[in-house]
């Protein structure tokens, strides 16, 4: 393991799990005040931090400075906030009460503890190298577990930056390591031993890494690719709902896991859904190239070449609109389920429309793609409610996109392609760690280890009756037959 161990500086990972064991054992009331003070800090030099973040990321997208500050800086800080507020709350010990605990138990008391997995390598992502694997690591940090970040390609600054922050503000600095970015440091780490691992990035990545922790049957939480749906409901706000779409595929130069990529116009007539389209066009046909890196074109390439083979109209072509490895715009017209466009993870601005006579039609053809990270539905409150309770996703949208999520009490996770589990929330805070039950016997009984023979038939059954027959005479048979069987039994 020399590139890991050169990284760390240490003989073994036996001195980062010594230190995990010592910040587990600190009160969490103390490891919330590191990060109490890590937010103030951060707040305070919230542009010094941003400038960390590289203005050409790994996808090779151009951001400014005001950029990184909006879409990783405060919602780092919330999620310092969300931490200091509710992480004692969440993390407590839960004392289970009499109420549903079986009439045989009676002298036993239980606890449920959260304990912390130990050792967790969060694997973090190009595009919001700051922000995704920052909020991953401060709830690991926050639950009790040392750290090892790896970050993507070129984004080592900003971990490098965040982890000297939190040493100057208390933080034990064997429990937070930054490895070196390169793919070999993370298959080394697996290797070395962890107990957890915080992966954020492509499908195909998310099964390399499975593959490997297979062998150890570590535990994982994926939060992988998307190819978000939006729905257009009959009422929705058409100049609200294309700004909205421009919006998510401008963001980030569309370098984002649930940019839409995908738009079912159901129940429109041919004049709405000609309507819907032509102001779409408009909006997104001045949107500035951005670039991407060679592999992406030819992607966009054979996205076009599909859409185009299968019948489908290609009302913006986004090859065409830049230079120098920049796109456009790729906007899909009259799509089908089938079309690569609808089944692809891609960071570019791609956006494939299709129409649908009504929601069971949008329905299926939503769920025929395989990955499920993200909806938005734009129209009625109260028709996109009862849509939202039957699509297949993590998060629901109802008339924005993209935005909320950021909110740092919203868990994130996605299913099918999209991985599984969750990160951030109450839920990713309780996912960095895992229960430990700890139960005391307080009576003085020691019947029930005593071994069975066949009186004990009637007296186990006598009691299932007692407690759960249907109906007061079945109950109060079943305690008849308790009471005759304990007596035979005496």
Known sequence: MPQIIAAMGIDSLEGVRLAQRAWAATPLRLRVEVIGRLRRRVAAG????????????????????????????????????????????????????????????????????????????????????????????????????????????????????????????????????????????????????????????????????????AESLTPATMELSGCDAVFVLPGADFGHTVRALAFGLRFNGSFTCMAPRRVFLVGLGETQAAEFEARLMGALANLEPVPVPAKTSRLLRELIEDARVQG????????????????????????????????????????????????????????????????????????????????????????????????????????????????????GLLAMTTPRTVQVQRGRSQRAYEATGDGHLELFAGLAQMLHGDGFSKRWAGLVRLLRAGRRLR
């Open 312 to 427: 489908a109209d290609v009302l913006l072509a986004g090859l065409a609109a830049g230079s120098d490895g920049a796109v456009g715009v790729t906007l899909i017209g009259r799509a089908n389920p089938a079309l690569l466009s609808m089944q692809t993870d891609v960071f570019a601005p791609v956006l494939s429309l299709m129409r649908a006579a009504d929601l069971d039609e949008a329905l299926a053809a939503g769920a025929a793609c395989p990955y499920a990270l993200t909806a938005s539905i734009f129209g009625p409150e109260t028709e996109a409610r009862l849509l939202a309770s039957r699509l297949r996703v993590g998060n629901v949208l109802i008339n924005d996109i993209v935005i909320p999520t950021a909110d740092p009490r919203v868990a994130f996770g996605g299913r099918g392609r999209s991985g599984f589990g969750v990160t951030r929330g109450r839920e």
């Open 46 to 213: 919230a542009v010094e931090l941003a400038e960390t973040v590289p203005t050409r990321l790994p996808g090779a997208l151009n951001r400014s400075v005001a950029d990184t500050l909006a879409s990783e800086m405060l919602p780092l800080i919330e999620a310092c906030r969300f931490l200091e507020r509710d992480a004692e709350r969440i993390l407590s010990t839960k004392h289970l009460g009499r109420r549903g605990r079986p009439a045989w138990l009676g002298g036993v008391k239980t606890e449920v503890e959260r304990a912390p997995w130990g050792l967790v390598l969060v694997l973090g992502a190009g595009n919001y190298p700051l922000f995704l694997a920052g909020v991953q690591t401060l709830q690991a940090l926050v639950a009790g577990n040392a750290v090892l970040w790896k970050p993507a390609s070129r984004t080592a600054d900003p971990a490098f930056a965040l982890r000297n922050l939190l040493v100057e503000c208390g933080l034990p600095p064997e429990l937070l390591t930054v490895l070196p970015a390169g793919v070999e440091s993370a298959t080394e780490a697996i290797t070395a031993g962890v107990d957890h691992v915080v992966l954020t990035g492509s499908a195909d990545t998310g099964k390399a890494v499975l593959r490997q922790l």
